[in-house]
């Protein structure tokens, strides 16, 4: 019986990191449309360029995250994180089609991005 328990429990854990992933995704596309609407020199053409600059950014910040333990957020950690998010910005035009930004748009962008990410429900930063 503690097999089937265990086997629950794993199945339960891998439905709830799926929708963890699918938040985070939904939750960077809002933020950055959001980012995209208030920035000049940010431009996103389309709803599939959107979808394809969250993937970016969600993929690259989890590489960051997972081999610097640093949150490329403006308030993940201070002014290593702001600046590591206008990077992560910036770097993601070279990625995606129809996702454009200046390195002047992605410094505001990562302050925008990170104003809203912080108002935003979800999972805060450290």
Do not use: C
């Amino acid at each position: 019986m503690s097999n089937n328990q265990a086997n629950t429990q794993t199945s339960s854990n891998s439905k709830s990191t799926v929708w963890q992933i699918i938040g985070r995704l939904v939750t960077a596309g809002v933020v950055l449309a959001i980012t995209a609407f208030f920035t000049p020199g940010f431009q996103i053409n389309g709803f599939w360029a959107l979808a394809a600059a969250a993937i970016v950014l969600t993929v690259i910040d989890y590489l960051i995250t997972r081999f610097t333990g640093l949150h490329a957020s403006s308030f993940g950690k201070g002014f290593v994180g702001f600046v590591l998010s206008a990077v992560v910005l910036y770097v993601t035009q070279y990625f995606v089609a129809g996702y454009t930004v200046s390195w002047m748009a992605a410094i505001i962008g990562a302050l925008v991005y990170g104003v809203v990410d912080y108002f935003l429900p979800g999972e805060q930063q450290e």
